[in-house]
């Protein structure tokens, strides 16, 4: 990975969490109170620039909890905010990350609403979460992998659209 010698980041309800990237290849996330997640892009595909991780096809993606395969998908992204989701099964729980703000994302395990993530898909993440969540280890391991590999936030439609509108202007 980039710096075996990163300094974790401090979470505020899960202690220090280590997130590392090597490239849009891989990255892992680990902490002495989460299970540990890796997220592997298939080398032989052809890497986007626009994303941390390389892509979005799910089909060139491989992400592990604590060595075990889990279902990934990440939705294409388009204008929408939504569009830029990534759901997670594991464990008997569906999370999802969303695009609820232009820096951040909102987590959500089964529905509920977990915490809000910031990151520019880079191995700083910095996680908020919900005062009256009931919350497992699993909920960072997710929520920090996602954040790194795929980035957090996005403009609303309105906003993308009069941004096209206004470089199309003379």
Partial sequence: ???????PIED???GEITVRQDGQLSLQVEGERIPRVTLERDPGSEADPQTAIGTRDPE???MRIDGRKVGLRPAKGGLARRSYRVDVEYDGARYRLVPDSVPSSRLTRDGAHLGDFSSDGDELVLAEWQEDAE???ADASVGYALAS???TGGQPMWMMIADGVSSALP
């Fill in 1 to 7: 990975m980039n710096d075996p010698d990163r300094t």
């Fill in 60 to 62: 060139h993606l491989t």
């Fill in 135 to 137: 919350l497992r280890p």
């Fill in 12 to 14: 505020t309800r899960f």
């Fill in 149 to 151: 590999a795929f980035g």
